[in-house]
């Protein structure tokens, strides 16, 4: 993460001299409350199934470069290694996800490949 030195740090909280709304502590509050909820929700849920919904969403979001015009090879790849981390780290820990997460990652693979010798006009189709 960079920051930009010339901007000075932004304080969110309001200076000693200005009162707090009275509305806008009721959403803080009511987002403090919120947040509070989500977060023990989290915690009844196993880390596994977490950790599967978060490699999904590196397998979207390599999909989502691959399917650029022009695919962005760099980008995806640094999404499919990410995934291929999680799921190649903890063997035998995923539960029942872990199939479906690896079976997903070979697809992503292949299509990275298929696209990469298709740009590069190759083709990764064996000949007739």
Known sequence: MTTNRAEPDFDPSPSDDEPIDEDERELAESLASEMAA?????????????????????????????????????????AIDAMAALIDRLPGRLGDDEATLRESLAQLRMAFVMLRDRAAGTSSEPSA
């Open 38 to 78: 989500v977060r023990e929700r989290l915690a009844q849920v196993p880390a596994a199934t977490v950790v599967a919904n978060h490699a999904m969403g590196l397998y979207e979001l390599g999909a989502i470069h691959l399917s650029q015009d022009p695919p962005s090879f760099s980008e995806a790849t640094i």
